[in-house]
Nanobody
Framework: QVQLVESGGGLVQAGGSLRLSCAASGRTFSNNAMGWFRQAPGKEREFVSGIKWNGITDYADSVKGRFTISRDHAKITVHLQMNSLKPEDTAIYYC????????????????????WGQGTQVTVSS
């Protein structure tokens, strides 16, 4: 079992920044990758960014160049630095863990992630 707890969401004006964190506990040694997804009202949950155990990262085109994913091995925490935020970034952001080491690269599919956090709200005002 892996437990994930997100933090760092909030309300920010367009152009501002937020830093999300995801603290993992439990059988974290089995994590193949950690990912961030988001879900806006009336829309499906979509991939935002992910980082594999070997450091490989991936970003959705909509956030590339604005968001940066990183991890802290000591604290088993994954961060998502979000800069130049836009109103369309408004959503609930979820942290997720992919424990299948057979997956090549960072998976963008929700079905490949086994554990999910409760989510943290990010609201960007115009």
């Amino acid at each position: 079992q892996v437990q994930l707890v997100e933090s760092g969401g909030g309300l920010v004006q367009a152009g501002g920044s937020l830093r999300l964190s995801c603290a993992a506990s439990g059988r974290t040694f089995s994590n193949n990758a950690m990912g961030w997804f988001r879900q806006a009202p009336g829309k499906e949950r979509e991939f935002v960014s992910g980082i594999k155990w070997n450091g490989i990262t991936d970003y959705a085109d909509s956030v590339k160049g604005r968001f940066t994913i990183s991890r802290d091995h000591a604290k088993i925490t994954v961060h998502l630095q979000m800069n130049s935020l836009k109103p369309e970034d408004t959503a609930i952001y979820y942290c997720a863990a992919d424990t299948n080491r057979k997956h090549i690269g960072v998976s963008r599919g929700r079905e490949d992630y086994d554990y999910w956090g409760q989510g943290t709200q990010v609201t960007v005002s115009s």
